[in-house]
């Protein structure tokens, strides 16, 4: 099985996409606005939950998020790439 850059390098992964970009096979592309937006949000829950220790909750999303965007992968769904 072949493992995605986010999968391998979650920390730079999720760094750039704070940054408003995302890795897509061999290429980083920029996000759409609402990316972003869901980016910000994620960003603010993992402080929260980090902030308040709520280690098991974090914990319980992360593989949570994991597996809904497997599942999306495995639908491949069509991506909405306008560069």
Known sequence: ??????????????????DGFIVVGQ?????????IQEAKIESELMKSLDS?????SRDTYSRERKIIHKAIGLLQIPSLDHS
């Open 27 to 35: 290429t980083i592309r920029k996000l759409l606005p609402e990316e």
């Open 1 to 18: 099985m072949v493992s995605s850059f986010s999968d391998t390098n979650p920390g730079l992964a999720n760094s750039l996409k704070r």
């Open 52 to 56: 308040f220790a709520f280690d098991q």
